[in-house]
C-alpha cells in the first residue's frame, strides 16, 4: 500500500485546511487509518484515528472538536479537515494504514507539511 498525502500548506491562525490521503496498490477499507504530525524539534505525536468503517474516531485532547477525520473506502481516500488553526498545530502531518496498535500502523504516508502563521 502506497499513502500519499497532501493538502498542506501556509493558513493563517483561525484558518482552515482540508488534507488528503489517497491510497493504492490495494484497497484501505479493511484498514484502520490515522493522522499523526511532527512539529520541528519535537516527537511524533497522534492526531486522529478512524475504525473500518468509519463510525468511530478518537482525537487527541489538542486537536479535539477543530479536527474530523473521516475517509471515502469508494475513492480510498482518508482526510482530515482542520478549523481553528493555530500556530502550534504547525508540523508535518502524516497518514498511516493498517492500525496494529495505538501508535502502530503498517503503512506511512510520506508526510505533507502544514505551516500556521500568528
Known amino acids: 500500500v502506497q499513502l500519499q498525502a497532501s493538502g498542506g500548506g501556509l493558513v493563517r491562525a483561525g484558518g482552515s485546511l482540508r488534507l488528503s490521503c489517497a491510497a493504492s496498490g490495494r484497497t484501505v477499507s479493511s484498514f484502520g487509518m490515522g493522522w499523526f504530525r511532527q512539529a520541528p524539534g519535537k516527537e511524533r505525536e497522534f492526531v486522529t484515528n478512524?475504525?473500518?468503517?468509519?463510525?468511530?474516531?478518537t482525537y487527541s485532547d489538542s486537536v479535539k472538536g477543530r479536527f474530523t477525520i473521516s475517509r471515502d473506502n469508494a475513492k480510498n481516500t482518508l482526510y482530515l479537515q482542520m478549523n481553528s488553526l493555530k500556530s502550534e498545530d504547525t508540523a508535518v502531518y502524516y497518514c498511516?494504514?493498517?492500525?496494529?496498535?495505538?501508535?502502530?500502523?503498517?503503512?506511512w504516508g510520506q508526510g505533507t507539511l502544514v505551516t500556521v502563521s500568528s
Open positions: 478512524i475504525n473500518l468503517s468509519g463510525m468511530r474516531t
Open positions: 498511516a494504514a493498517d492500525r496494529r496498535g495505538p501508535d502502530t500502523y503498517v503503512y
